[in-house]
């Protein structure tokens, strides 16, 4: 309960200074950044588990925004409703992909993961006439309208993604005391154990899949209305996928807000690097990607750690709010 | 009546290596029943079949009169067919007491209903101190209890226990029994496989033993311990005879005695100083100790042979001393150079050949290449050519199979390859693990027929084996290994006399 | 007819630089049992390494048209340094570590160095003018590039030395050793640490002659690692991890494959396609195709 206050909290504060940012370029950030938060929390909920790496997430993106979009210009359909459907899709290739990756693991996974995506980015290239092919199809509107996810004024989409952040947030910490959150611990150590012990191994793996594919599927859906237009590439490409994950490795995947931490960090540099260079021009993915680097070889597991560390030398407490 | 688990006609066999041939027996409700076996007999395999991780290639599995067939792991623990495993299982993530409610969540059970009941057995164990902690700090003998709390949760009417007591205290091994006993009073029934035979003979009102594949007896426990088969299975065909006829041993603590009131006849050594010394050994896996202090020396020229049951730790002084174990103290020597520390490559470059339990065999390359990569590296050809000639005249059969891959190999032929290939280093000292493991009657006759010519050329060999007959014959001294330690050593013809062989082996 | 024929010799073109990239990646699987998914950026700054010392000149006179290829030699050594230097400096201590951060690490370094490579050079295409780009000959009525010509032989041969120094030198005869178990390889003596170092000095020496036989006629950029490596990663699979010999057919096979879907199909149905024949591989015989169920180097 205490927890959930905090981050209910965390999240008013962040959304009144999101609100009262005057500068434009700041609120791109942030929102920038909460998305990817949430993409990167989504990503943990199966990678912390299973000690997989999936570089295969973009696509729970792609398939859920696609759905929406072509569902809401072609046929009408809300896309609050339309949003549902295409998490359902994303879901539906989870539960595939799940069963299908069961028995792998390491580099193996990873690569199928991979691919997955691939597979559905030729696809969606393929059918240009449904999907617009790679230059993806454009949301154009003239005022507000909520229940199209429309609005005029990009605070609002700030305001909601943050919001999603902060209730996966919670999510997954009430996740972690439920029964699923327990089964979840004992696969991640022992999966023969965890059988012995009467878990349904395969089922708990998929659901935890599927679960995994859904919030990001909710942040895709209220992404692409915010952005505007869909490039294919990106929303279900190999860069987007790698960021998700680096990120959340940077932050900590042990730590609830690791996620949240990590995508900090990697907005970050790219504010840094606007500011002293005019253009981001590859500082921040060089950036993220030596500090994975520097962090495997050093071993500390995330920012979220490395933080607690140094806090435990000044104050010789640790730090509140990991989990 | 239907037993409440019946096995009949359980085969299974992994390519071409028969695990199990023919099982056959029950277990009855509110009963204990132990099983016990050497190394390789197939108790392991038994359990993954009855929890269903390997289905079998014959004969079927009926528990609580219904046909287990094809069902899961986790299925047939809701059943009530739970299991413990060798190597403890903690739920590192989770608190002792959540990675204990686990098994009752499992069952159906909610959340704060299990951690109430995880509670209750926690403290039956003596482990309530520790229900919030982590269990990663935790000795090895908690974190069994913990894996046997959590399939407890789960009301079991069978508990498969594999090895559970290794490594517990002796109060914790007290608790352990306890609570079996109690469990078993209320209606669970236990199947417990164990190397500790005095725990086995204490829990258990029915005893079965395997060997090999096949249930060699089965019966009341001091009744079969004493079965002529069983000792053979354990102690090798030569030796049975002549132990068969030894008086038993009055039963006292079951723990181990201290090595010093062991043993029985203290080796002086004479003459020159040893090739091999190791001292005071300690070294163990995965944070467990496995060798307590170790001493053994091996001279020039001499067969000396390790024994022991299995688990007992002698081939952990083989791994030792080839630097696949590091040494965490002692000390180990090698003509008069300490080699406790080199690294991994090195016992090879010193002198010392090692033939691996299981022949490590370097599976896709060919018998010649085998042979080489057993070479060193620039090494004088003339040398090469001497050992080759050398090693195909002591192994006339691999001559025809110098060009085919090691894989292809039947095991008799392995084992040779592998003798060779350690040969091909011209070593002072040779290691073998179990030369006869798996091998049939006849094949082993012919190893320990090169063995003995390698002997007469003066060769000094270090060998461990679980079955004493052949190893005693060949060697010049025994060492006999139980628990980690040396119990008794001593020229081969007195250890092979000494009682407290039979006692290291079989307990009595 | 022609077309097919065509799009045969095309992809067989084309598979021999992946052929080159996939051995490399395969032989490090092999041995060290890693993955490494910067292989791509090793080829990447080969590229660049190549590029860089291509502008300084040409080779004159009597070799003509071909003279850009004297950049292969100290590219290769270029790149071995760099990979005896990715060995020490992060693969040996890596080592110990579990797949997962292994994993991770060569991520890690594949997009840092993606991103290291915009920032020094930007994302321009470069392509240094040569006389063999775009230059082709016609035979039997169909066009045989000459850039992608040449790459395929050399990767051919490249292939064949390879194979006789895994199967004929004592270094080979270690590293299968090794590949197939580290421990009894030290048992017996064989330095499997030496053998981790040269086998990543000669992967990434690999890519690093794949580079220089790439950028006559291929764009130089940041990500271009990115599309051989995956296909590479398709290969290795599909031959069999840790079958070096096999990754060659790998690649040679993923060249077709490539070429002919997108001469018949649309080109998105062509990368799909061969994605897919990756998962099924992946999914119904890990094992590889081109293993016989052992796995060899």
């Known amino acids: 309960m205490r927890r959930a206050l905090v981050i209910f909290a965390a999240w008013m504060a962040a959304a009144a200074a999101g609100l009262l940012l005057k500068n434009d370029y700041f609120a791109s950030v942030a929102t920038a950044m909460a998305f990817l938060a949430l993409w990167a929390q989504s990503w943990n909920l199966l990678c912390g588990l299973t000690g997989n790496i999936s570089l295969g997430h973009s696509v729970f993106v792609a398939v859920a925004a696609y759905v929406t979009v072509i569902l809401f210009q072609q046929a009408g359909v809300s896309p609050l409703l339309g949003g549902l459907l295409g998490i359902l899709g994303s879901v539906v290739l989870a539960s595939i992909v799940g069963a299908a990756t069961l028995r792998l693991r390491g580099p193996y996974f990873t690569l199928a993961t991979l691919s997955a995506a691939a597979v559905v980015l030729s696809l969606i290239l393929h059918y240009s006439q449904l999907t617009g092919g790679p230059s993806g199809l454009a949301i154009t509107f003239a005022q507000d309208s909520p229940f199209d996810l429309e609005f005029t004024n990009v605070r609002a989409y700030f305001l909601i993604a943050t919001g999603l952040l902060a209730a996966v947030t919670l999510f997954l910490d009430f996740l972690k005391r439920s029964k699923l959150g327990f089964y979840i611990a004992a696969i991640k150590s022992s999966e023969e154990a965890a059988a012995a012990a009467g878990i349904r191994v395969a089922l708990v793996k998929v659901i935890v899949f599927c679960l995994s594919a859904a919030l990001t599927a909710l942040g895709g859906v209220v992404y692409v209305f915010y952005i505007g237009f869909m490039d294919p590439n990106f929303l279900s490409g190999l860069t987007l996928s790698v960021e998700i994950a680096l990120i959340a490795v940077v932050g900590g995947m042990d730590y609830l807000i690791g996620p949240i931490i990590g995508a900090i960090f990697y907005e970050a540099i790219d504010v840094a690097a606007n500011a002293t260079f005019g253009a981001s021009g590859g500082w921040d993915v060089m950036l993220l990607g030596f500090a994975v680097v520097v962090m495997v070889m050093t071993e500390p597991r995330g920012l979220c750690e490395l933080t607690i560390r140094l806090l435990r030398l000044i104050h010789r407490r640790p730090a509140r709010f990991w989990s | 009546m239907t037993a409440l688990l019946e096995i009949k006609g359980i085969a299974k066999s992994f390519g071409a290596v028969r695990s199990l041939v023919d099982i056959t027996f029950s277990v009855e409700d509110h009963s204990i029943v132990g099983l016990i076996g050497p190394n390789g007999a197939g108790k392991s395999t038994l359990i993954n079949i009855l929890t269903g991780v390997y289905a079998p290639d014959g004969g079927n599995v009926q528990f609580a009169g219904r046909n287990l067939g094809r069902i899961a792991t986790a299925e047939r623990a809701r059943l009530g067919l739970v299991r413990t495993f060798q190597r403890p299982t903690p739920i590192l993530d989770l608190s002792c007491i959540e990675g204990v409610m686990v098994g009752g969540l499992a069952r159906g059970l909610s959340v704060g209903k299990a951690r109430n009941a995880a509670l209750d057995i926690l403290t039956s164990l003596g482990l309530r101190e520790a229900a919030d902690q982590s269990p990663r700090k935790l000795p090895t003998g908690h974190l069994k209890l913990l894996d046997f709390a959590r399939v407890l949760m789960l009301a079991p009417r069978l508990v498969l226990l594999d090895e559970l007591m290794a490594g517990l205290s002796f109060s914790e091994l007290e608790v352990v029994l306890g609570a079996i006993e109690r469990l078993a009073d209320r209606g669970a029934s236990f199947l417990v496989v164990e190397h500790l035979l005095d725990v086995i003979k204490r829990l258990s009102r029915r005893l079965v033993v395997m060997d090999a594949g096949i249930i060699v007896a089965a019966g009341e426990p001091t009744e079969v311990i004493r079965d002529p088969r069983v000792i053979e299975a354990y102690l090798g065909d030569e030796a049975g005879a002549v132990l068969v006829e030894a008086e038993p041993a009055p039963v006292s603590s079951p723990l181990a005695l201290s090595s010093e009131e062991l043993i029985s006849t203290p080796f002086k050594s004479a003459g020159t100083g040893p090739m091999l010394e190791v001292n005071d050994l300690v070294t163990g896996y995965d944070g467990i100790e496995v060798l307590h202090g170790v001493d053994l020396i091996v001279k020039e020229g001499e067969t000396v042979c390790i024994l022991g049951a299995n688990g007992a730790g002698k081939s952990t002084i083989l791994r030792a001393v080839m630097r696949q174990l590091p040494c965490w103290r002692g000390r180990v020597s090698f003509l008069g150079e300490d080699i406790t520390n080199v690294k991994a490559f090195a016992p090879a470059h010193v002198g010392i050949g090692y033939v691996p339990e299981g022949r490590g065999m370097l599976a896709s390359l060919s018998v010649r290449e085998n042979l080489e990569m057993g070479a060193h590296p620039g090494g004088a050809r003339a040398a090469f050519a001497r050992n080759l000639e050398r090693v195909l005249s002591l192994f006339p059969a691999l001559v025809s199979r110098l060009g085919d891959a090691a894989a292809n190999l039947s095991g008799g032929q392995q084992q040779m390859l592998a003798i060779g290939r350690a040969l091909m280093g011209s070593p002072k000292l040779v290691l073998l693990d179990e030369p006869s493991l798996g091998l049939a009657p006849q094949i082993v006759s012919h190893v320990y027929g090169a063995l003995t010519e390698l002997k007469s050329s003066g060769q000094a060999i270090l060998l461990v084996e679980q079955t004493v007959g052949k190893a005693l014959a060949l060697s010049d001294r025994a060492y006999v290994v139980d628990g980690g330690k040396v119990v008794l050593t001593g020229p081969s013809d007195n250890v092979r006399s000494d009682k407290l062989l039979r006692d290291a082996y079989l307990g009595l | ?297």
């Open chain 3, 1 to 297: 007819m022609i077309i097919f024929l065509q799009s045969i010799l095309n992809g067989l073109l084309i598979g021999g630089v992946y052929a080159l990239v996939a051995m490399g990646l395969n032989l490090m699987f092999g041995v060290m049992k890693l993955v490494n998914f910067a292989h791509g950026e090793f080829l990447m700054a080969g590229m660049y390494v190549a590029v860089g010392l291509a502008s300084l000149g040409t080779l004159p006179g009597a070799f003509g048209m071909f003279g850009i290829y004297w950049v292969a030699i100290p590219t290769m050594f270029v790149m071995a340094a760099v990979g005896l230097a990715f060995y020490l400096l992060l693969l040996d201590r890596a080592a110990r570590f579990g797949e997962s951060p292994q994993i991770l690490l060569t991520i890690g370094l594949s997009i840092g160095a993606q991103g290291l490579a915009q920032v020094l050079r930007g994302s321009g295409f470069k392509l240094v003018p040569n006389p063999i780009n775009g230059a082709a000959i016609r035979f039997g009525g169909l066009n045989l590039q000459l850039g992608p010509a040449i790459a395929f032989i050399v990767a051919l041969a490249a292939t064949i030395v390879m194979a006789w120094v895994l199967r004929a030198t004592r270094f080979g005869k270690s590293a299968r050793a090794v590949a197939e178990s580290a421990e009894t390889a030290e048992m017996l003596g064989i330095d499997a640490r030496r053998v981790y170092i040269v086998s990543t000095s000669i992967a990434i020496g690999l890519v690093g002659l794949a580079a220089a036989l790439l950028i006559p006629y291929q764009y130089t950029f940041p990500n271009v690692g990115q599309n051989f490596v995956v296909v590479a990663f398709l290969a290795i699979v599909i031959a069999g991890l840790g079958n070096v010999v096999g990754a060659v057919f790998g690649g040679l096979l993923m060249g077709v494959m490539q070429s002919l879907t997108a001469s018949y199909f649309d080109l998105d149905l062509s990368t799909a396609a061969i994605y897919l024949l990756f998962l099924a591989v992946l999914l119904l015989r890990p094992q590889g195709l081109f293993t016989r169920g052992r796995r060899t180097l």
